[in-house]
């Protein structure tokens, strides 16, 4: 599959209605989507170490975890299950990360009068490509930029295979750029 000039529409994907770096409201519900064959099997020892930092810090929030069962199980609990939470929390590898920003993407096309919630990022794979360019290293570190509120954009690329318009996938340029990717993280 070649660089050429496609006949397949792409789509405006601008769903975000706030400015980059505005104040992210933290109320309610947060889902977390937890691989726990990450990082050699502590994507669960991750979770709890996050749940209880919230809880110290941020106890009005209800923390709804979802663990990953399958490859793509990310990318369908994001599309189906994260529409009604303030943010969402991954906690993985890049390829866990990948998962949810493409449930999340799919999701918002099925239904684009969605607003996407934040995601935060809990490094917990064998590259970790996002959360280092991000800035993020270790729990603590990820904790502090959610319950901050720090933001970043991310620019996604659409990819879709001319041979099967149906068949597209979202990167993000980190992961795109060299990092990990396709759903082991």
Same mark, same amino acid.
Request: charged letters at 20%.
């Given at each position: 599959?070649?660089?050429?000039?496609?006949?397949i529409p792409?789509?405006?994907?601008?769903?975000?209605?706030?400015?980059?770096n505005?104040?992210?409201k933290l109320?309610g519900?947060?889902?977390?989507?937890?691989?726990?064959?990450?990082?050699?099997k502590?994507?669960a020892v991750? =979770?709890e170490?996050?749940?209880?930092?919230?809880?110290?810090d *941020?106890?009005? #929030?209800e923390? @709804?975890?979802f +663990?990953?069962?399958?490859?793509?199980h990310?990318?369908?609990i994001?599309?189906?299950?994260?529409w009604?939470?303030?943010?969402?929390?991954c906690?993985?590898?890049?390829g866990?990360?990948?998962?949810?920003?493409n449930?999340?993407?799919?999701?918002?096309l099925?239904?684009p009068?969605?607003v996407?919630?934040?995601? =935060?990022?809990?490094?917990?794979?064998s590259?970790n490509?996002? *959360?280092?360019? #991000?800035?993020? @290293?270790t729990? +603590?570190?990820?904790?502090?930029?959610?319950?901050?509120r720090?933001?970043h954009?991310?620019?996604?690329l659409?990819?879709?295979?001319?041979?099967d318009p149906?068949?597209?996938?979202?990167?993000?340029?980190?992961?795109g750029?060299?990092?990990?990717?396709?759903?082991?993280?």
């Amino acid at each position: 599959m070649g660089c050429s000039e496609s006949k397949i529409p792409s789509h405006n994907l601008n769903p975000y209605t706030q400015p980059h770096n505005a104040p992210i409201k933290l109320e309610g519900r947060v889902a977390m989507i937890v691989n726990p064959y990450s990082g050699g099997k502590q994507g669960a020892v991750r =979770s709890e170490q996050v749940q209880k930092m919230l809880k110290a810090d *941020a106890s009005a #929030l209800e923390v @709804v975890v979802f +663990e990953t069962r399958y490859g793509g199980h990310a990318m369908e609990i994001a599309r189906d299950n994260c529409w009604s939470f303030c943010a969402i929390i991954c906690i993985g590898g890049d390829g866990t990360f990948h998962e949810v920003i493409n449930g999340l993407l799919r999701g918002y096309l099925l239904k684009p009068s969605r607003v996407l919630p934040p995601v =935060s990022v809990v490094p917990c794979g064998s590259g970790n490509t996002v *959360a280092f360019d #991000l800035g993020i @290293v270790t729990v +603590e570190q990820a904790v502090a930029a959610f319950l901050g509120r720090t933001t970043h954009a991310i620019d996604v690329l659409e990819l879709t295979d001319p041979e099967d318009p149906a068949r597209r996938s979202y990167r993000n340029m980190a992961d795109g750029a060299g990092g990990g990717g396709g759903g082991g993280g």
